[in-house]
């Protein structure tokens, strides 16, 4: 069963705003990561954020994590055509040796 | 992070014939992964690659019908067998290095995917 549920499914925002994307799971985790996929190709790795951290940043991006809630956010500012993609959240789930779990995806449409 | 490619990028395929599929990365890395992310899906994996012995499958994959090879830390090779338009998704391999003498977090890192149709 997928342990990570993302939403909203699918997103349209102008260029300049920004998004926001959230990804729910079910079980505890040691760490949530965030991937990017363009147009059915590879995956790129965005952000990694461990079970004992609450947020971290890189660049454009702003990922928060609430162990509580099982919950994740991924915020990308000032967004570009470019960010234009699929966005996945992946769960190692503890004691899971390595197996990320992957949510649904979230499909992002920046208008330029 | 590594570099890591595949090949071949796309084919089209008969029915009932095989694909082998091949991931290299540009450097050692301990775990290497195979996942199959089907038309509008999301990625579900298939099995880890063991260097030197036989993968570890995930429920509702064979060996029979994905056989995996991985000689050594840099390459793996994945077969889909005696395939069907149900195959018809793309496959990618992804890595976990955990030579970096960093703790790992199971941070995995992902090949560009090959993109099998099956007719």
């Known amino acids: 069963s997928q342990q990570g549920e993302e939403d909203p499914q699918a997103l349209s925002i102008q260029e300049g705003e920004n998004a926001t994307m959230n990804c729910s799971y079910k079980t505890s985790i040691n760490n949530l990561q965030w991937y990017r996929q363009n147009s059915g190709r590879g995956l790129v790795h965005l952000i990694l954020?461990?079970?004992?951290?609450r947020e971290k940043h890189s660049g454009r991006l702003r990922v928060t994590l609430d162990t509580s809630k099982k919950s994740s956010s991924l915020l990308i500012t000032a967004s570009r055509a470019a960010d234009t993609a699929s966005y996945f959240c992946a769960t190692d789930a503890s004691g899971a040796n390595s197996k990320l779990t992957f949510g649904k995806g979230i499909t992002l449409s920046v208008r330029p | 992070s590594a570099v890591i490619s595949q090949k071949p990028s796309r084919d089209i395929c008969q029915r009932g014939t095989s694909l082998t599929i091949q991931c290299q990365v540009d450097s050692q890395v301990t775990m290497m992964f195979w996942y199959r992310q089907q038309p509008g899906q999301s990625l579900t994996l298939i099995a880890t690659a063991n260097q030197g012995s036989e993968a570890t499958y995930e429920s509702g994959f064979v060996i029979d019908k994905f056989p995996i090879s991985r000689p050594n830390l840099t390459f793996s090779t994945l077969t889909v067998s005696n395939m069907s338009p149900e195959d018809s998704s793309i496959y990618l391999c992804s890595v976990e290095d955990r030579f970096s003498g960093i703790v790992s977090y199971n941070e995995q890192f992902f090949g560009p995917g090959t993109r099998l149709t099956v007719l």
């Open positions: 954020i461990r079970s004992n951290e």
